[in-house]
């Protein structure tokens, strides 16, 4: 079983459309957490990090639910320029230091 | 500033040949991560130096691989007798805290 697992999409949608990915993960020992976003070719950057109690970057709203292992994103009215692949990302502190990656799951907005 | 710089950004090798690639971190970035993203799938950790020691290289597939980072700063991954599986984009980070900073990656081709 991978430590992150995702829906690899492709999520087609039109613009203005509301989406969300969904994301578990293995580790219980998992510290931090974040969304990543990677476009064709290019380096993942960091959207935003996840918090419990959820928190809100203008039209994306994060979610973290410990007990259940499983983190959300989601997108509301959605831009062409969204399209990219997201990337659920756990962070291992304590010695190990290291982003556990899942697999990506792909976003197409079409006009 | 200045981000992670990579180079090459693009190598094709025969198989069987040695390859080093390099990663310049962001300057004062105490912590340098490598990962290597194969098609279709998330970055998956090889090794990260805290400084100039090697804190965890538990991601090295074999012993062809091998990083150094000498000064603390610039570092290079090695790639010894290569073979076709060890095709994928191979990506540094950086990070002072637990944002990590990418760099473009390098392209490896082992034909």
């Given at each position: 079983r991978k430590e992150v697992e995702q829906d690899p999409g492709p999520f087609n949608?039109?613009?203005?459309?509301?989406?969300?990915?969904?994301?578990?993960?293995?580790n219980s020992a998992s510290q931090s957490f974040f969304w990543y976003r990677q476009d064709c070719r290019?380096?993942?950057?960091?959207?935003?990090?996840?918090?419990?109690?959820?928190?809100?970057?203008?039209?994306?709203?994060?979610?973290?639910?410990?007990?259940?292992?499983?983190?959300?994103?989601?997108?509301?009215?959605?831009?062409?320029?969204?399209?990219?692949?997201?990337?659920c990302v756990v962070f291992l502190s304590g010695g190990y230091n290291k982003l556990i990656f899942g697999a990506g799951t792909r976003l197409a907005v079409h006009p | 500033g200045a981000g992670v710089s990579q180079t090459p950004s693009n190598k094709v090798t025969e198989k069987g040949k040695y390859v080093e690639l390099r990663c310049d971190p962001i300057s004062g970035h105490t912590a340098l991560y490598w990962y290597r993203q194969s098609l279709g799938q998330g970055p998956e950790f090889l090794?990260?130096?805290?400084?100039?020691?090697?804190?965890?290289d538990s991601g090295l597939p074999n012993d062809r691989f091998f990083a150094v980072r000498p000064e603390g700063s610039v570092s290079?991954?090695?790639?010894?007798?290569?073979?076709?599986?060890?095709?994928?984009?191979?990506?540094?980070?950086?990070?002072?805290?637990?944002?990590?900073?990418?760099?473009?990656?390098?392209?490896?081709?082992?034909?």
């Amino acid at each position: 079983r991978k430590e992150v697992e995702q829906d690899p999409g492709p999520f087609n949608v039109p613009e203005g459309a509301t989406v969300a990915f969904n994301c578990t993960y293995s580790n219980s020992a998992s510290q931090s957490f974040f969304w990543y976003r990677q476009d064709c070719r290019k380096e993942p950057k960091l959207l935003m990090s996840v918090y419990s109690s959820g928190n809100e970057d203008g039209r994306f709203t994060a979610q973290l639910n410990r007990a259940s292992q499983y983190i959300s994103l989601l997108i509301r009215d959605s831009k062409l320029s969204d399209s990219a692949t997201y990337l659920c990302v756990v962070f291992l502190s304590g010695g190990y230091n290291k982003l556990i990656f899942g697999a990506g799951t792909r976003l197409a907005v079409h006009p | 500033g200045a981000g992670v710089s990579q180079t090459p950004s693009n190598k094709v090798t025969e198989k069987g040949k040695y390859v080093e690639l390099r990663c310049d971190p962001i300057s004062g970035h105490t912590a340098l991560y490598w990962y290597r993203q194969s098609l279709g799938q998330g970055p998956e950790f090889l090794i990260y130096f805290q400084g100039t020691g090697a804190a965890d290289d538990s991601g090295l597939p074999n012993d062809r691989f091998f990083a150094v980072r000498p000064e603390g700063s610039v570092s290079t991954l090695k790639i010894q007798r290569t073979e076709r599986g060890d095709s994928a984009v191979y990506l540094c980070a950086s990070s002072l805290g637990s944002e990590q900073f990418f760099g473009p990656g390098t392209r490896l081709t082992v034909l």
